[in-house]
């Protein structure tokens, strides 16, 4: 085991479920981060190694769950138009990022209890 990894916690991982079948997870999420870096859905999904129909399919349920606009369309210069998130894309990121954050820092002590587990069971 590197250094790096025996200081580091294990990762909590949150996938918000709104009702049924519709939930916001770290891979949406990620999604509307990307186009807000690249200005693009395709620059986006090529970033995550995702087709355009596949992250264009994502935006679309973000859209259709949230009931409101996440990513918006960006009026093209010289190489045509993109696309940006919306101010409801920006405080959806920002929101699903601080209850990652707040969760984490909720069971930090049972992450390092478990990671002392871990490693006590794989030294026996």
């Known amino acids: 085991m590197s250094r790096a990894s025996a200081k580091s916690l294990p990762q909590l991982s949150l996938r918000i479920d709104l009702d049924g079948e519709d939930r916001i997870g770290p891979g949406k999420i990620e999604l509307l981060e990307q186009i807000r870096e690249h ?3 395709s620059a986006a999904g090529r970033a995550m190694d995702m087709s355009y129909k596949r992250a264009w399919d994502l935006v679309d349920e973000i859209n259709r769950i949230c009931g409101h606009v996440a990513v918006e369309p960006q009026a093209g210069g010289k190489n045509g138009g993109g696309a940006m998130l ?4 920006e405080a959806l ?3 699903y990022r601080k209850i990652e954050r707040d969760a984490a820092r909720a069971v930090r002590k049972e992450l390092e209890a478990l990671k002392s587990d871990i490693v006590r069971s794989r030294k026996s």
Request: avoid cysteine.
């Open 39 to 41: 200005g693009s859905i």
């Open 86 to 89: 919306s101010p409801f894309g």
């Open 93 to 95: 990121v920002a929101r």
